[in-house]
């Protein structure tokens, strides 16, 4: 299958000869949706952060459609697009401004811009919004800019780092309708998230870090398999598997 | 809760951090600049005191200008956004931290209508040889002020815009008739105009609707923007890592941001004109530029006219030095597939244009103001070239040398 995404032996962290990451190797193939799942401070943050290039891997290589950072920083940027766990938006600029301002850094043509930022807002019911400021927005609406602004794109790897935090029940539903249906076309999806029950039903595989390591991963049954609780839900699974880490 | 003690540690906290950036402002030698503008102005303003006309019009200049002071009414209140949550259970013995916050807004407030005075007084007491005693037109004045502050602190609990904007409109025209029947020497009309604002606030107050202490979500949102001016100043000389940034939608100023082509190397023009023209920055520009509009056609003097344009400029300038600061700890431009260094050149192009539009407006109302076109061009082809080179080369090459825009 094809690769969008691969980390090879990663480690890395926040300072050198510290490595908060230690030899993470694991993939995302075109059309898979690949769950990161851990407990607090496990290092999903710290791992998507070395994928988006705003750490430095101190070991190991990461590509992303075939590319290294290095090789080709522009490409390796137009592949994929991320939304953070914490809403970060320009407080100078309106919903419809960071979709202008994301559509241009990308490359959009206009025309194309117009009709995905209309569905887009929407699907996720912000178009009575589209003129508002971050400030008069809740956690939630700021989650939903974040979210819009990573479809609009339509890259084929898509990072996102807890996806459901603050958003409504109709904001949930619509955004996994998203992901299945960019999915069908093809689209890769990095999800960290601690929902483990809904990610169960969507992601193909998962990886499960703890410490900064990856203690397991595959599809949900090679799991069960790992943590020795054939037919248990992820979560039992999950618990399992980092008990038996901290062992 | 002691609040008197809160508001103690408060503001040794807030002078504690404002010394550290004091301390970068004196090292950048701007009080050096300041009082040598200072010198030259006062020097400027005796020698032209000795032939300005015995019937100027110092009204237009005092009344805008006094009555501005005075009748703002902010109240520095130290307040923070974690305070509706910790704070807003102790609201009830809140009184002791806001008379404190009263009376040292009053202390700096009072001081700069004192100055502001000082300075017209020369000229009032020459075209007005009967003018009233100053210690008596200044105490009037702080009276006016602190009354204007009281307003300011009911003003913080009143739930809607549409009363503070009343209640702040009703001060303002009641400083402003009371300076000019203070200047006038109708001391009687003017504490007659005082006491029935003063009346008229009070029943203005008791028909709106009112918080018990405060309205939690105003204040805290006040203290927000007195702060960003406080950081912005301090902006101009460091990094301001705290600058909470004010918006202002400006849908006139930033609509001109559509006229940039939607294309990726535009990304960062795009951002940074629509950051700027939204920003305090961009305010003060504004607001400069109309004070040397009004300048130049109050003082038709070609000394004061390339005074007037040669500040106006210079103060500007030194608003587009802050660009650099936006949006430098933000991740998302280094996800973008941008080239990094359009981001540079983009604030260079916005402080070129900007800078550019201010020339040729002041010129075109110095030249509407002297009915002549010589200096005017002069001054606009000078303008021009002040705005290449610092676009182009001391911006640019400052840019190059910051660390944090260097993707």
Known sequence: ?247 | METRTLWSKRLGGFWKEASMYWSYVLRSGFHSFLLLALLAGLIGYARWLRTAPADFPVAWIAVPLLGWLIGRGPVRTLLHSPDRVFLLPAEAALRPYLDRALRYSFAWQALGTLAALAALWPLYAHTHPAAPPLPLVAALFLVCKWASLLAGLQELRLSRARDRRLLRGLAYTAAAAVVYAALERQAAVAGLIALAAVAAGWLLLRRMERMAVLNWEHAIGRERAQLARHYTFFSWFTDVEQLPPPVRPRVWLAGWTRRIPFRADRTYAYLFAMTFARSEAAGILVRTTIVGLVFLFLFPSPLWQTGVFVVVLALSAMQYASLDQLHRYVFWPKLYPVDPGLRSEAIVRIAWTGLLVQTVVLAAAWALAAGVWTAPLAALAAGAAFAALYSFAYLRKKLKQHPLLQL
Do not use: W
Not at chain 1, 136 to 150: E, F, T, Y
């Open chain 1, 1 to 247: 299958m094809e690769k969008m995404l691969h980390l090879e032996g990663v480690s890395g962290g926040y300072r050198v000869g510290k490595p908060v990451l230690k030899s993470l190797t694991f993939e995302v193939n075109k059309g898979e949706m690949v769950g990161l799942i851990g407990l607090n401070g496990a290092g999903k943050s710290t791992t998507i952060k070395h994928i988006l290039g705003l750490l430095k891997a101190q070991e190991g290589t990461i590509r992303v459609d075939g590319l290294t950072l290095a090789e080709d920083p522009a490409r390796y940027r137009a592949a994929c697009t991320y939304v953070p766990e914490s809403p970060e938006l320009y407080d100078e600029l309106t919903i419809r401004e960071h979709l202008e301002l994301t559509g241009r850094a990308y490359g959009l043509e206009r025309d194309a811009f117009e009709s995905r930022a209309e569905s887009l807002l929407e699907t996720f019911r912000m178009k009575e919004k589209e003129g508002a400021f971050p400030a008069h927005l809740s956690k939630g609406m700021r989650q939903k800019v974040m979210i819009m602004n990573a479809f609009l794109v339509e890259p084929p790897l898509y990072i996102i780092d807890e996806p459901f935090l603050g958003l409504d029940p109709l904001g949930i539903r619509s955004l996994l309708e998203l992901m299945a249906s960019f999915k069908e076309k093809g689209a890769s999806f990095l999800i960290s998230s601690h929902i483990l029950s809904t990610i169960e039903a969507y992601c193909d595989r998962f990886v499960v870090l703890h410490h900064g390591e990856q203690i397991a991963g595959g599809t949900l049954e090679e799991l069960q398999s790992q943590a020795d609780l054939p037919g248990a839900r992820l979560d039992d699974v999950f618990f399992r598997l980092v008990q038996g880490g901290s062992a």
